[in-house]
């Protein structure tokens, strides 16, 4: 594991999908890469409290929200997840439970409810609590059974889930060595997290009966040539399957069979199955899928054949959206960037030779020699492999170039992004603080002097710069100024050819400075940290063991009008930009 962060609220819910972990505090969901660790946003849930709930089928998540009793339903098939609707469910409980599987949703909590979650929009209660008690967490088997977490209690219980509005239906219940707290179930077994312990209860005898499951499947997805008959769909289409399967016991695992061949394997209920309509066979593209599902005893049924001809798609693909947006400038620390494409992409697209990322070299240009390559730590594809992200290491300040190999980049039907190489995206990474103005410290001797330090961090070429330096007229007095050593020989040997250093008349005690490298020429204080640019010697008036600071300041008035620290940054057109202030300290050895 690359990345590892601690929930620091009580309560906090965790779901899975697509790469991202969605997490909960209070009312706040936020969704975290799996992989970078980068936190890409969330919402904020309806309702107020401890989100205690929290369950997912296909892209939806289902939550609950303890203290304003709110069921909430939130869409999260692309990375920016929206609440889709929510009711209001009455649990006299602090800490509800909630599992969704075949369009019902189960919340555990002084007994047992069922909300109907088949249109998320809006979910409305089914069967309500028919006996109260202390409950936690539930977990379905997809089989008609509920293994429940009663709070704190040394034991699960079985409950019939066959019908949501029998909510009272318990059939049998197993001991454990400590109080249940969380449940999962895999393969037809109960995983329960029990005090300080992982327990496995094998809560139903194997299937001895010889009945195999009894399966369909079907798809709603959208038939692209509905006048003619059969199901035709274009070739690199998503076929999300909904498939109901019946035991006598319980099923284990469903598995997708496409042409014959298994491609997929679910062990966890909802089982969630999506094909892709591709056919090698130019002659008869046809692609024919099906479902099998094992129970415990190791009995196979398999479902009806779902037949799709494959309509040829011969649209090349398009690049929507790069993040980061050219020109933009995001933080350093960048952990992942992101192509978005106009349709799903080919697996083999997945490889970080056919993408280039460098940074630019001292002189901010590319392609002259001294450029870096910046090594891509992996490629994923996500949100229906329509989008594909690149992880890196953190990048570090500077200019970057994001460029790809367009014969590489193919859709699912083969088509390929174009010829050549594409130029995806140049953007600037940045510090948090990307422009400061510092002041030095030092010790001084009691009535003796001391020269302080002025200096600039700027992640910009900067034509000119404007500030104050405000310091107490009762513990220092100025007695000399002059350039900072790093602009003495800046412009051809020389010094920025305007500068103004004097000392304020008005606004406080201080210094001013004003200074323009060059009013025609391409000359600038280059990017950097720590440019020494003005110097000031001040007599110490303070006694022994005292000290005073010095600080960046606006407000101070010299020759001219008041003063505010202001960059003035070499672009076209130049920009200004307010620096973050800094301050020094003097301090008089006792």
Not at 89 to 114: E, F, H
Not at 258 to 281: C, Q
Not at 310 to 316: C, D, L, Q, S
Not at 467 to 496: E, M, Q, R
Request: aromatic share 6%.
């Amino acid at each position: 594991m690359r990345h590892c962060r601690r929930a620091r609220r009580a309560g906090t819910r965790v779901e899975t999908y697509r790469g991202i972990a969605y997490t909960t505090g209070g009312t706040a969901l936020r969704a975290i890469d799996l992989l970078t660790g980068a936190n890409l946003g969330g919402l904020t849930l309806p309702g107020g409290g401890e989100t205690t709930g929290l369950s997912r089928e296909r892209g939806t998540l289902f939550a609950y929200v303890s203290g304003s009793d709110t069921f909430v339903a939130v869409d999260v098939r692309s990375e920016r997840p929206r609440t889709l609707g929510s009711t209001f469910v009455d649990v006299a409980s602090g800490d509800v439970g909630v599992v969704a599987g075949g369009g019902i949703a189960w919340l555990a909590g002084s007994g047992l409810r069922s909300v109907d979650i088949a249109r998320p929009a809006t979910p409305r209660l089914l069967g309500g609590a028919q006996n109260f008690f202390t409950a936690r967490r539930i977990a379905l088997n997809g089989s008609g059974l509920g293994v429940l977490s009663p709070d704190g209690n040394a034991f699960v219980q079985i409950y019939d889930t066959s019908d949501p509005l029998d909510t009272d239906a318990l059939l049998l219940e197993f001991a454990l060595t400590q109080g249940a707290r969380d449940i999962a179930i895999d393969r037809g077994v109960a995983f329960v997290a029990a005090g300080s312990r992982l327990e496995v209860v094998n809560y139903l005898a194997f299937d001895s009966g010889g009945v195999p499951p009894v399966v369909t499947v079907s798809s709603p997805v959208a038939d692209s040539e509905p006048a003619t008959p059969g199901l035709q769909l274009l070739a690199g289409t998503s076929v999300p399957l909904e498939v109901v399967v019946s035991d006598d016991v319980q099923v284990r695992s469903v598995e997708l069979l496409v042409d014959g061949a298994v491609v997929l394997t679910d062990t966890s209920y909802p089982f969630e199955l999506v094909a892709v309509a591709v056919s090698d066979d130019i002659d008869a593209p046809v692609t024919v899928v099906e479902v099998r599902a094992t129970d415990s005893g190791g009995n196979a049924g398999v479902s009806n054949r779902l037949v799709i001809d494959v309509v040829p798609e011969r649209t090349p693909p398009e690049v929507v959206l790069v993040d980061p947006a050219g020109g933009t400038r995001p933080r350093e620390g960048l952990r992942a960037l992101r192509i978005e494409f106009s349709e799903p992409m080919e697996g083999t697209v997945a490889d970080a030779r056919h993408f280039a990322l460098s940074g630019a070299g001292p002189n901010r240009l590319f392609g002259d020699g001294d450029d870096v390559a910046v090594a891509i730590a992996s490629v994923q594809l996500r949100n229906d492999d329509s989008l594909v992200q690149l992880d890196v290491d953190g990048l570090a300040s500077g200019i970057y170039r994001l460029r790809a190999d367009r014969a590489a980049l193919r859709d699912r039907a083969g088509n390929a992004l174009g010829e050549g190489v594409a130029d995806l995206t140049r953007f600037q990474a940045i510090p948090e603080h990307p422009y400061e103005l510092t002041v030095s410290s030092t010790k001084a001797a009691t009535g003796g002097s001391v020269t302080l330090a002025v200096r600039i961090d700027t992640v910009d070429p900067l034509q000119g710069w404007t500030f104050g330096l405000c310091h107490d007229p009762a513990a220092l007095a100025v007695s000399g100024f002059a350039l900072g050593s790093d602009i003495t020989t800046l412009v051809t040997g020389g010094p920025p050819e305007f500068r103004l250093i004097e000392e304020a008349t008005a606004g406080g005690a201080g210094v001013v400075m004003v200074a323009i490298v060059s009013f025609s020429r391409p000359i600038f204080l280059p990017p950097g940290s720590g440019h020494e640019v003005l110097a000031v010697t001040y007599d110490a008036l303070l006694g022994a063991g005292e000290s005073t600071e010095v600080c960046i300041c606006d407000g101070l008035r010299g020759s001219g009008q008041p003063l505010r620290g202001e960059f003035t940054v070499y672009d076209d057109p130049a920009r200004t930009e307010v620096p973050r202030f800094g301050c020094g300290r003097v301090a008089v050895a006792k």
